[in-house]
């Protein structure tokens, strides 16, 4: 199934867009960011990023020669493309994230598709990019002194340490909410609500005249009756 994003890298002045299949975290961004510049500190040329990014796999490493799109991190989305996948983000669900790396702008910003209902409260994050880079050094860093290499544990540690894990949890509390208001169950008991309020008022009604009455004499229990000495 995947959890399928678009990335728009903004460099020199261009934009570029690829798809990437499993791309939707916090930490894909700027780990392939971070895998691209170091690539491109060793490539002669000085090659764009934009370039690096086409020819990144699953494990970051560079492949001159792109292997089949199954195994390359990216796929770029041709200029007349992009609107098809803007509707695609807007009216579904199908893209969880839409992210931007302006590397001139030293801007991350992550957009999470209100349309999928895990997403649908947790809005929009920026950082700046150079900020963000520190980030991943060190958690590498870290990953490396304690043997983690697995993305997903990694993963697990970048969200803990950015505080991302608790609007995670509070996004998919607030789907589970939401589902629970929308399922069979809900609307049941605010059925049985409504019966009990409109019986309550039913109740209130049928009292009201006894209440009048009583005020006005007609229903007063008679005093006790004594006798006459």
């Known amino acids: ?70 195994d390359m991190f990216f796929a770029r989305i041709e200029p007349g493309e992009v609107g098809a996948y803007e509707d695609t983000y807007a009216k579904g669900k199908q893209l969880e994230m839409w992210i931007t790396l302006d590397v001139e702008e030293n801007q991350c910003i992550l957009e999470y598709n209100p349309n999928c209902p895990w997403y649908h409260a947790m809005g929009s994050y920026s950082i700046d990019i150079d900020k963000g880079l520190e980030n991943v050094r060190r958690l590498l860093e870290y990953g490396e002194k304690n043997g983690i290499t697995d993305f997903n544990e990694l993963l697990a ?5 950015t505080g991302l894990t608790e609007k995670l949890e509070d996004a998919r509390a607030s789907m589970r909410l939401s589902e629970y208001l929308d399922s069979p169950q809900a609307e049941e008991q605010r059925h ?38």
């Open 1 to 70: 199934m995947g959890n399928r994003a678009v990335y728009c890298l903004k460099e020199a002045g261009k934009e570029t867009h690829f798809y990437a299949h499993y791309g939707a975290n916090s930490l894909s961004p700027l780990l392939r960011l971070w895998q691209a510049m170091e690539i491109q500190k060793q490539l002669p040329g000085n090659p764009a990023l934009a370039h690096i990014f086409g020819h990144l796999d699953y494990d970051g490493g560079y492949q001159e020669g792109r292997l089949p799109d199954g």
């Open 157 to 161: 540690v970048y969200h803990n340490s």
């Open 192 to 229: 049985r609500y409504r019966e009990m309020l409109e019986q309550e008022d039913k109740d209130q009604a049928a009292q009201r005249p006894i209440e009048e009455g009583s005020e006005s004499g007609f229903f007063l229990a008679p005093e006790p009756w004594t006798m006459p000495t």
